[in-house]
């Protein structure tokens, strides 16, 4: 079983995610349908952003090329695209892997 997927709360675990399309008028043949995909990829998916962005950060504050005010710009970024990405919180099993919007928050590694 895939590690990142082991992080998946139970509930959600052989579930699926259904994109309706908002016009069904034009569902059937040729026409827009429903995209399923399995929580447990869309779930992968997400815990590679969320680990995408903790290395950016690492990155970011690490740089000796960047100027202070230009990291502090990147890191208000970055906690941003956190914040966006807090809708999801609910499919994590533990809340120590959830998103967190306060860089204070979040683990270094």
């Given at each position: 079983?895939?590690?990142?997927?082991?992080?998946?709360?139970?509930?959600?675990?052989?579930?699926?995610?259904?994109?309706?399309?908002?016009?069904?008028?034009?569902?059937?043949?040729?026409?827009?349908?429903?995209?399923?995909?399995?929580?447990?990829?869309?779930?992968?998916?997400?815990?590679?952003?969320?680990?995408?962005?903790?290395?950016?950060?690492?990155?970011?504050?690490?740089?000796?090329?960047?100027?202070?005010?230009?990291?502090?710009?990147?890191q208000?970024?970055?906690?941003?695209?956190?914040?966006?990405?807090?809708?999801?919180?609910?499919?994590?099993?533990?809340?120590?892997?959830?998103?967190?919007?306060?860089?204070?928050?979040?683990?270094?590694?």
């Open positions: 079983k895939d590690t990142l997927v082991e992080g998946l709360a139970t509930r959600w675990q052989k579930g699926t995610l259904v994109m309706q399309p908002a016009d069904r008028q034009f569902t059937g043949r040729g026409g827009l349908q429903p995209k399923e995909v399995p929580l447990e990829t869309f779930f992968h998916k997400i815990v590679m952003i969320r680990n995408n962005l903790r290395v950016l950060e690492q990155k970011v504050n690490a740089s000796d090329k960047l100027s202070e005010a230009d990291k502090f710009d990147l208000q970024y970055i906690t941003r695209c956190y914040g966006s990405l807090t809708t999801f919180n609910v499919l994590f099993k533990n809340k120590d892997d959830q998103f967190q919007t306060s860089a204070v928050d979040r683990p270094t590694s």
